[in-house]
């Protein structure tokens, strides 16, 4: 899978409909500080269902919505959509995947996989099986290497399950031990 686009629409300070197309390799976002790179960083780990505010910067859910500046009004909503692309040879049907994350200023959140009404944890399992989970290993900043280096066997573990795709596949079994 590849990330084809990512469009911002009321989040953070993308008060207006903002999309960056990404291509294949490395892509990099420069700009002067405080234009809002990180914003976009913060707008993926929203995408790929990340739970805590504080993992994008903010008091709470609703404080991703932007929240007006001088001459321009706040937005009700904020809207974070991700484009990928499949690049395995043997997927068949469409050849990309639109996920979209929406808040309302009520704080009611809703999610959708191309076009159609689903769950956070749908999202969260979504992108767990494509390596791309809301844990630490899919977003590196700053310190977080030392972080790694410094954790427990087992948090290791954790995190190469995580890699190799198979923690969801772990939590289904555990969810179906406990009913
Ligand atoms: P640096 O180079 O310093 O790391 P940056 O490009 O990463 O900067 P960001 O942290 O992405 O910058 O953006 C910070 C800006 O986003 C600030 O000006 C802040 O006011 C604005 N911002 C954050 N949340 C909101 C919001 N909800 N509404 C409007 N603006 C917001
Ligand atoms: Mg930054």
């Known amino acids: 899978m590849l990330i084809k ?5 009321g989040f953070k300070s993308f008060a207006d ?10 892509n990099c976002i420069v700009g002067p500080n405080g234009c809002g790179k990180s914003n976009i960083v913060d707008a993926l ?11 994008i910067r903010a008091d709470n859910q609703k404080d991703v919505i932007f929240k007006g500046s001088e001459g321009r009004r ?5 809207e974070v959509t991700i484009t990928l692309l499949k ?8 050849p990309t995947i639109e996920i979209k ?24 399992e979504f992108f767990a099986s494509i390596g791309l989970g809301n844990r630490d290993y899919a977003f590196f900043e700053q310190g977080q290497i030392d972080k790694i280096l410094k954790i427990k066997p087992h948090e290791r573990r954790e995190l190469i399950d995580e890699a190799a795709g198979i923690t969801v596949f772990k939590e289904k079994k555990e969810a179906t031990l406990k009913e």
Do not use: H, M, P, Y
Request: net charge positive; no cysteine; aromatic share 8%.
């Open 101 to 124: 994350r929406k808040v309302k200023s009520t704080g009611d959140s809703e999610f959708f996989i191309n076009g159609r009404k689903v769950r956070l944890k749908d999202i969260q």
């Open 5 to 9: 686009s990512l469009k911002l629409k």
């Open 87 to 94: 690049n395995d040879l043997f997927d068949v049907g469409e």
């Open 74 to 78: 706040a937005a009700r909503s904020a």
């Open 45 to 55: 780990k929203w995408i790929v269902g990340d739970k805590s505010a504080k993992g």
């Open 17 to 26: 409909e903002t999309e960056i197309k990404f291509s294949e390799g490395i």
